[in-house]
């Protein structure tokens, strides 16, 4: 099993920062690849950032160029950041961490933290 909390959420104006971060702990050796989603009011969860264990990564194209995805290693425990600049408010939405742990088919979600962007 694999424990992901996020931080870091809460209000900002447009053209703000933020930063978010999300402990992994547990099984961390079953994980493949770590992401941040996001979901609005009304609209579908969607992919923002996403990082591999080979350090690749993706990004939506709607935040390309504001946002990056970062990873830290500590005792038993795997930090994922995400660094919004230049915030939105089209951003505002809950931001959960995803954990993709495909060898043992098992793919874990933290309960996410609230972004608000604005004015």
């Known amino acids: 099993q694999v424990q992901l909390v996020e931080s870091g959420g809460g209000l900002v104006q447009p053209g703000g920062s933020l930063r978010l971060s999300c402990a992994a702990s547990g099984s961390i050796f079953s994980i493949n690849r770590m992401g941040w989603y996001r979901q609005a009011p009304g609209k579908q969860r969607e992919l923002v950032a996403a990082?591999?264990?080979?350090?690749?990564?993706?990004?939506a194209d709607s935040v390309k160029g504001r946002f990056t995805i970062s990873r830290d290693y500590a005792k038993n425990t795997v930090y994922l950041y995400l660094q919004m600049n230049n915030l939105k408010p089209e951003d505002t939405a809950v931001y959960s961490c995803?954990?993709?742990?495909?060898?043992?088919?098992?793919?874990?979600w933290g309960k996410g933290t609230l972004v608000t962007v604005s004015s």
């Open positions: 990082l591999t264990s080979v350090g690749s990564t993706n990004y």
């Open positions: 995803n954990a993709d742990a495909p060898a043992v088919h098992m793919d874990y």
